[in-house]
């Protein structure tokens, strides 16, 4: 068998995520950017999001968000607007519950946002599943 020369495996070269507990800087939107809320994961790096100016739009997570930042259902993002496409949008950035939090406080998000309440089966009571049965009448017939 080969002797190990190196400095580690697959755990050294993927590194540390250190950047977790950094405070950072609050980064507002510009012109052409736009907050919005992850309604649905649709996979292959892309979400649809509901954006505060009213549309709901395709979104496109870029690549250096897409194996680093996980994005969840319900989580507040920075999204850039698109000039030739104004159904789809690309993700800058996602901000954790503090920092969206402080924009809802500085009057950047509406009241209206919920922050850290994501519902992921939609609008329903969790416990009404839209299930009926039909009572048997009649024991064993002919089975």
């Not at 649905?40 to 549309?55: H, I, P, Q, T, Y």
């Amino acid at each position: 068998m080969p002797k190990n020369k190196g400095k580690g495996g697959k755990n050294r070269r993927r590194g540390k995520n250190e950047n977790e507990t950094d405070k950072r800087e609050l980064i507002f939107k510009e012109d052409g950017q736009e907050y919005a809320q992850v309604a649905k994961m649709l996979g292959n790096g892309r979400l649809e999001a509901l954006c505060f100016d009213g549309v709901k739009r395709l979104c496109h997570i870029r690549g250096k968000l897409r194996k680093k930042v996980w994005i969840n259902q319900g989580d507040i993002i920075l999204v850039g607007l698109r000039d030739y496409q104004d159904a789809k949008a690309d993700v800058i950035l996602k901000y954790n519950a503090d920092e969206a939090r402080n924009l809802k406080n500085y009057g950047e998000l509406p009241e209206s946002a919920k922050i850290n309440e994501s519902n992921t089966f939609g609008d329903r009571p969790e416990d009404d599943d839209d299930v009926t049965f039909d009572d048997m009448d009649g024991g064993d017939d002919d089975m």
